[in-house]
């Protein structure tokens, strides 16, 4: 990865995020939230099903756009419960915890780390 790439993602909060739709098999595109937190790229939301999420499971490939560099990577689900409530109870995740209580958050809030290369 190019290092002015990197640089976006680490300070970019607000990407694009190509999935693989589970059913249809087309590209499917949110504008989400991502963080590099304890040298990981995560991509979080509030409690409750998401598509995207959905579409990871049955195909873990994504693409992370961030202001118009497409970088490839490969998702997986964070369940390590610990890292969960570490990057919730940062400062940088402060939003999440007006839309629900903290340890709602670190059991049931989607949470991805996307790997890249």
């Known amino acids: 990865m190019e290092a ?11 990407v694009d995020l190509t999935t693989i739709g589970r059913n249809s098999g087309r590209p499917s595109t949110v504008e989400i939230w991502a963080w590099w937190f304890e040298d990981r790229y995560l ?26 560099n497409r970088v490839a990577g490969r998702a997986r689900v964070v369940d390590d419960l610990e890292i969960r409530r570490r990057f919730f109870e940062t400062r940088q995740a402060s939003w999440y915890s007006t839309q629900a209580e903290l340890d ?3 059991r049931a809030a989607p949470m991805i780390e996307i790997t890249f290369g």
């Open 4 to 14: 002015h790439v990197r640089r976006l993602l680490e300070t970019t909060l607000t």
């Open 104 to 106: 709602h958050l670190v």
């Open 43 to 68: 991509i979080t939301g509030t409690p409750g099903p998401r598509d995207w999420l959905a579409n990871i499971l049955a195909d873990p490939t994504v693409i992370v756009d961030v202001q118009g």
